[in-house]
């Protein structure tokens, strides 16, 4: 029945996707909602509907969250971002939790930041902030050496992309190989690059249909590089043997 999800970007509303799934069918959600602190964070769907107030932005999300607790399977995790600005409310709203923070820096610039998840199992106990360094290189979402590197114009697509490389730490520390991640907030698929990037299999889905064509770019540029990578691995190998390449 999951099947039909896997490795999937669903243009769809959050609670639809979700409420289609089974229970206890997925190893872990990871997924970065709309932080509702801004009062003009537009979309291209339209704004933020929060618009600052905390009780419209729960009302919003509160639904989702319950939803996504349902898909987890037993003892599995939900790392859910969020802007710290609305910290006292996120033991009303997510009961047990731990507050995990990467930070992210640029090399040229003087200033560092990041945004907290909310780390914890599908029964609300606190996920440990694992035992190793957390500093996320915003830099290498440009850089030329990066695997997915973005132009300036990609990347102003979104009011907030997050760096592939936060995502696979959280991937990483959360999830083994061949689980099943969902990101039901995907945006440009930051999440769902970095888990196939680990070899996890991953469901995404967001309100923006372009937003999910872009995140469907992504995976497929990244696709095709590793196919090309392969290739040319194997013919190396082929000739260093002293065989010819194989058709
Ligand atoms: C903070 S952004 C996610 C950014 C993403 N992590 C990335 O790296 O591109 C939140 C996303 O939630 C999406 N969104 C908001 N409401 C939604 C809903 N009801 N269903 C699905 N997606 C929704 C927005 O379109 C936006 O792309």
Redesign the pocket.
């Known amino acids: 029945m999951i099947d039909r999800f896997i490795n999937k970007v669903f243009h769809?509303?959050?609670?639809m996707l979700l409420q289609a799934l089974p229970t206890a069918s997925v190893d872990a959600v990871i997924t970065?909602?709309?932080?509702g602190t801004g009062r003009k964070v537009e979309?291209d769907?339209g704004p933020d509907p929060a618009g600052g107030d905390p009780a419209k932005h729960w009302f919003y999300h509160e639904p989702?969250y319950q939803e996504c607790r349902r898909v987890l399977k037993a003892g599995c995790a939900v790392a859910w971002a969020q802007s710290p600005k609305f910290h006292n409310y996120f033991s009303v709203w997510f009961g047990g939790h731990r507050l995990w923070t990467l930070t992210r820096y640029r090399q040229r610039g003087r200033n560092a930041t990041g945004h907290v998840w909310i780390v914890q199992t599908r029964e609300q106990k606190p996920v440990e902030f694992p035992h190793r360094d957390s500093l996320i290189s915003f830099e290498t979402i440009f850089s030329s050496a990066a695997p997915d590197a973005m132009t300036l114009r990609e990347h102003n697509l979104?009011p907030?992309?997050?760096p592939v490389e936060e995502m696979a730490f959280m991937i990483d520390v959360l999830t083994k190989h061949g689980q099943i991640v969902l990101d039901?907030?995907?945006?440009?698929?930051?999440?769902l690059l970095a888990a196939e990037q680990l070899g996890r299999r991953w469901i995404g889905?967001?309100?923006?249909k372009q937003?999910c064509q872009r995140a469907m770019k992504r995976l497929a540029d990244f696709g095709a590089r590793k196919r090309n990578e392969n290739t040319s691995g194997r013919h190396r190998t082929e000739e260093e043997q002293g065989k010819p390449p194989a058709p």
């Open positions: 769809e509303d959050a609670l970065d909602p709309m932080y979309y769907w989702m979104h907030c992309v997050k039901c907030f995907c945006g440009l698929g930051s999440t889905c967001d309100l923006s937003y």
